[in-house]
């Protein structure tokens, strides 16, 4: 397991942007498969979106396709989620998520990954 440290999160009105980070303590952090988890309040955590280490792919939830952007910066050890267009129902708390090993495909489900992060809120007023 590693380390996992959110941020970029905040109040942003309707329609607004917002780029989530998510730093890795790992020295392997280009092998790591990586995702990004979303809980309302009330509601259980859901996919947001991923990117697998060892070819890039990526893969997205249909509510955030078109409007969020998942990136990563191996150099850095750093991920990315740029959010545009937000609106009121993208209100949740945003966790990263890692995974060591896979086979080269962004993994949607929350059991595919080890390693998480204690999550950074993002709140979007209407």
């Known amino acids: 397991q590693v380390r996992l440290v959110e941020s970029g999160g905040g109040l942003v009105q309707a329609g607004g942007s917002l780029r989530l980070s998510c730093v890795s303590s790992?020295?392997?952090?280009?092998?790591?498969?990586m995702g990004w988890f979303r809980q309302a309040p009330g509601k259980e955590r859901e996919f947001v979106a991923a990117i697998a280490g060892r070819t890039g792919f990526t893969a997205y939830a249909d509510s955030v396709k078109g409007r969020f952007t998942i990136s990563r910066d191996n150099a850095k050890k750093t991920m990315y989620l740029e959010m545009n267009s937000l609106k009121s129902e993208d209100t949740a708390v945003y966790f990263c998520?890692?995974?060591?090993?896979?086979?080269?495909?962004?993994?949607?489900?929350?059991?595919?990954?080890?390693?998480w992060g204690q999550g950074t809120q993002v709140t979007v007023s209407s």
């Open positions: 790992t020295r392997t952090f280009r092998t790591y498969d």
């Open positions: 998520a890692a995974f060591d090993g896979g086979p080269g495909y962004p993994f949607r489900r929350e059991s595919d990954y080890d390693s």
